[in-house]
């Protein structure tokens, strides 16, 4: 067996039975609305960030117990 034998074939995995096809075509659809839209339009794009007000180091080594979670 070389480098450039292929893998062996795999078995074929059965459709999972959740979802119909019309429905993840349809869920397919609206996806490729949103993201078109957002790289077309993107008025409704927001990012969210928590900002935390914290008391200022009073020395050094306390500064760098704490930079590692200021600058993540």
Do not use: C, K, N
């Not at 480098?3 to 019309?22: F, K, T």
């Amino acid at each position: 067996m070389g480098l450039r034998s292929l893998p062996p074939a795999r078995p074929l995995m059965p459709e999972p039975s959740g979802m119909s096809a019309p429905l993840r075509i349809t869920l397919m659809a609206r996806a490729l609305g949103d993201y078109g839209r957002l790289m077309l339009f993107p008025s409704q794009l927001h990012m969210e960030r928590t900002v935390l007000w914290t008391q200022p180091a009073g020395s050094d080594s306390d500064w760098r117990q704490t930079v590692g979670l200021e600058y993540l």
